[in-house]
């Protein structure tokens, strides 16, 4: 067999099989082409998923007569001047997207250099990477690029695209992606005549508030709140959503690195590790999240279709992405999202209109009578709190007794009325319970409505995560060290996070190549399981890597603990005890939402509340 070197044409092909998955690929190239050449605005018109037609209209610098014909070139750019591919300042790079499409579709170009001399624009036309005469073409500025049959010179390709509905999604999905990450290019995406979506430009500092809240369409304002972080090797921002503000899926997460969108594992974990003390497990944040850094400590060469990345410090950014989240959750403090007043008040209008009429016609939806009677507890004298049922036994309790001061409000009742004092406090003030489980209370302008258990079972988590981090971490050592039986490879990746476990008070060694023996623990975990503990920390490593495990283990025994230490529903409370709680909610993190990510409280303002009488 003889050695022959590929025509052009089949080179390009070959390029193409892996830059050009499907329509929307195609689509990506292009106006990111179009925004690298300094667009302001672009438009896409999309005819059957973009397999009959693909146009792109952009206002950008243009090409020249010269560049026109040498664009669908293999290998030619204008983005790498210096040739430093550790420099990559542009969406593109590679040279490969206009030959590779070429080489598939057919192809014309019409295009005017902005400040050329030139009186006309010029057009070339390619078919199935044939190229044809250039000639003189009407077209005032900017490019307009149409690709027509895309794949018909690869009718293989053709076969793996799916339904018609699902590539319009992957073209709407792409476009969705490069309107968040350039608020100040006006996109719009056209398909089989009908606008999918129009979006202005918007430039200045909320440019990215502003797109995102065209996008999202969620109640941007009152659901999400701003994350920003300038750490000198790396900066984020963008927003997050309220940990009472959560999806089923994580869908809703992008990240972008340098307006790149990315799919990256160690983002994602991040966003999980900042949110696992306020969200329930299988729950997701919804997230858009822009890390800018320097092009050199992050490889985006890793795949042609970019969606990888590596990065030459992980840690680093993993740390960055984690204290920018945190920091943000940390600033919503007391807000709940809305979501949840809105849901309350929707459920309170269908009672007021069940009155009069009982059933909607042709809606098929019932509503639920009015409860009987609402119950009213007025506050009882002398209801000093009770110690709650406790998993505890007597020796951990008298443990933990020494490590933490108590934490429970002091709970002195006395005939009290409502104190109007209080009443600018954020969380207002209390004007009684209801079912010995609710606390209602009265604020400048509406009424919060608070779930006394989870509101204070975040308090005492908060303390005692706080004493916890203040404090050296208190060991016990072990009368009889534990000996505890893992596989080869599980010990070595122990062992080489031995360091890190000894800083939280975890001490072991290898015992006899097959074991590992445990000599201190953590004195908050003396009465653990400790086989059980290290494999649930052997698990822990895999998902979350290096000692986040064990941190993570500790505030997870903590949060049980408050649970089970904190005043309980179903009982009780005088109007002063129900102060003491608002106002230790307003003075500690993190009060929205309870250990296990359910809100703490509701807030209806006046407003809502006039409405549901018809007041306004
Ligand atoms: P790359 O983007 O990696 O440089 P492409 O094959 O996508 O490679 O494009 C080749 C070149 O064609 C670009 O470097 C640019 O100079 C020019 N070009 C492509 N699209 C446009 C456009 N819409 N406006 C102006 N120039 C363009
Ligand atoms: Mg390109």
Known sequence: MSIKILSNTTVNRIAAGEVLERPASAVKELVENSIDARASKVDVIIENAGRNLITIIDNGLG????????CVERHATSKLPA????????????????????SVSRMNITSRQQDAQDEFAWNLEIIGGAKQELSPAPLSLGTKIEVRDLFFATPARLKFLKTEKTEINYIKDIMTKIAMANPEVALSLTSDGKELFNLK????????YNRLNDLVKKDFKENFSYVELNDHECKINGYISLPTFNAGTSVEQYFFINKRPVRDKLLSMAVKIA??????????????????????????????????????????????VISAIKQSIR????????????????????????????????????YTPMPSKPSFTMPKNNASMQSSPSVFTAEQKSDMKQI??????????????????????????????IHDTYILAQTKDGMILVDQHAAHERIFYERLKKQINTK???????????????????????????????KMGLYFDSFGGSAISVSELPALLKCADVKKMILDIVDDLNEYGQQVSLE????????????????????????KEMNILLRDMEAHEHTGQCNHGRPTYIRLSLKDINKLFERT
């Not at 040739?83 to 070429?102: C, K, M, V």
């Not at 919804?286 to 060469?301: G, I, K, Q, S, T």
């Not at 971490?473 to 072990?478: C, D």
């Open 83 to 102: 040739e430093d591919i550790n420099q990559i300042e542009f969406f593109g790079f590679r040279g490969e997207a206009l030959p590779s499409i070429a």
């Open 275 to 320: 949110y696992q003390d306020f969200i329930p497990s299988g729950r997701y944040p919804l997230v858009y999240l822009f890390l800018d850094m320097d092009p050199a400590l992050v490889d985006v060469n890793v795949h042609p279709s970019k969606l990888e990345v590596r990065f030459k410090d992980a840690a680093l950014v993993r740390s960055i």
């Open 552 to 575: 993570k283990k500790i505030n997870h025994f903590l949060a049980t603990f408050a649970c089970h230490h904190s005043i309980r529903s179903g009982r009780s409370l005088s109007i």
């Open 201 to 208: 430009a918007h430039v200045g500092e909320k440019a990215l």
């Open 472 to 502: 050296e971490i208190q060991t016990q050592r072990l009368f009889i060290p534990e000996i505890v039986e893992l596989p080869e490879h599980v010990i070595e990746q122990l062992m080489q996070e031995k360091q890190g476990f000894a």
């Open 63 to 70: 090409m020249h007569k010269d560049d026109l014909s040498l």
């Open 331 to 366: 600033n919503i403090g007391q807000k709940a999202s809305n979501h949840l007043s809105n849901a309350t008040i929707n459920s309170f209008i269908p009672n007021v209109i069940a009155q009069t009429i009982p059933r909607l016609e042709g809606s098929g939806q019932q």
């Open 404 to 433: 933490f001061a108590p934490t429970a409000p002091v709970m002195q009742a006395e005939p009290n009325d409502f104190d109007k004092n209080q009443i600018d406090f954020p969380l207002g003030s209390a004007c009684g319970q």
